[in-house]
């Protein structure tokens, strides 16, 4: 899965946070880089009906560090 979703950046962190974390695919599908804390390795998911907090979850590091190298690229493609 993760070989075939290479051309596809955004499917790409959605299927390791899902494999790294045990997020259901609505959760993955809906996560920002607010919810992300990259000093305490973890994601906060909220509720897609209530949008509220259900508390964060923790992130294994590579997958911190390949979501860090994702935001990266994308924020360089904005400029």
Do not use: H, Q
């Not at 790409?12 to 959760?27: E, K, S």
Request: overall charge positive; glycine content about 6%.
């Amino acid at each position: 899965m993760l070989t075939a979703s290479l051309p596809y950046p955004a499917l790409r962190m959605r299927i390791l946070l899902a494999l790294g974390t045990g997020l259901r695919r609505g959760d993955t599908e809906s996560w920002k880089v607010s919810d992300l804390d990259f000093e305490n390795c973890s994601v906060t998911t909220r509720s897609t009906k209530t949008k509220k907090s259900m508390g964060s979850r923790p992130v294994p590091v590579p997958i911190m560090a390949e979501l860090k190298k994702y935001i990266s690229l994308a924020e360089e493609k904005r400029m």
